[in-house]
T-cell receptor, first 115, second 119 residues
Framework: DSGVTQTPKHLITATGQRVTLRCSPR?????VYWYQQSLDQGLQFLIQ???????AKGNILERFSAQQFPDLHSELNLSSLELGDSALYFC??????????????FGPGTRLTVL | AQKITQTQPGMFVQEKEAVTLDCTYD???????LFWYKQPSSGEMIFLIY??????QNATEGRYSLNFQKARKSANLVISASQLGDSAMYFC????????????????FGKGTHLIIQP
């Protein structure tokens, strides 16, 4: 158990809908990262938050957004869903106090199925 | 841009044998970190080992070691005495850029190697 929690574990929805994925980082971790894993794109970094502020952006679509709250939990919002958004979405967290200690620990993931 | 290449889509290995999973990387950053993660069929991503670009010695964590050859830009994972529970997908990943505090950019992953340990 990495200490990172994600809810829900599974999510099934229809095209055009909006969903919210939730992540709680490990105790003491200030940085949260979101990744998407799909068969055709592999594992892709989406976005990173550090202590409530957006820190880095990867291949995140404009239909997707995220935020990190004062208690450091994070939410990833996916809107106008398409079939191609079906994937395993991971949240990861890190301490972010120095490069040699900045290992990212992953949550169990949320499997999103868009029908 | 950073790139990770894992050239072995799949591998079959006999139990108790040593395994080497290949990883080559490309980056123009002078400072970077290399990671290996294991993804069992259950889906979670498990951190195995880390190697910093300025580390003088190869990283080791229990049965895992990283054969880091900086000039060749390779960071191969070696699993000694493989076990049936080692069957999983293995991903090599990189974090690059100049660390400026407050976390670092996301990881760039390779496509992975599917390792199957046979009894």
């Amino acid at each position: 158990d990495s200490g990172v929690t994600q809810t829900p574990k599974h999510l099934i929805t229809a095209t055009g809908q909006r969903v919210t994925l939730r992540c709680s980082p490990r105790s003491g971790d200030l940085s949260v990262y979101w990744y998407q894993q799909s068969l055709d794109q592999g594992l892709q970094f989406l976005i990173q938050y550090y202590n409530g502020e957006e820190r880095a952006k990867g291949n995140i679509l404009e239909r997707f957004s995220a935020q990190q709250f004062p208690d450091l939990h994070s939410e990833l919002n996916l809107s106008s869903l398409e079939l191609g958004d079906s994937a395993l979405y991971f949240c990861a967290s890190s301490v972010a106090t120095g490069p040699s200690t900045d290992t990212q620990y992953f949550g169990p993931g949320t499997r999103l199925t868009v029908l | 841009a950073q790139k990770i290449t894992q050239t072995q889509p799949g591998m079959f290995v006999q139990e108790k044998e040593a395994v080497t999973l290949d990883c080559t990387y490309d980056t123009s950053d002078p400072s970077y970190g290399l990671f290996w993660y294991k993804q069992p069929s259950s889906g979670e991503m498990i951190f195995l080992i880390y190697q910093g670009s300025y580390d003088q010695q190869n990283a080791t964590e229990g049965r895992y070691s990283l054969n880091f050859q900086k000039a060749r830009k390779s960071a191969n994972l070696v699993i000694s005495a493989s076990q049936l529970g080692d069957s999983a997908m293995y991903f090599c990943a990189m974090r690059g850029g100049t660390y400026s505090g407050g976390g670092a950019d996301g990881l760039t992953f390779g496509k992975g190697t599917h390792l199957i340990i046979q009894p």
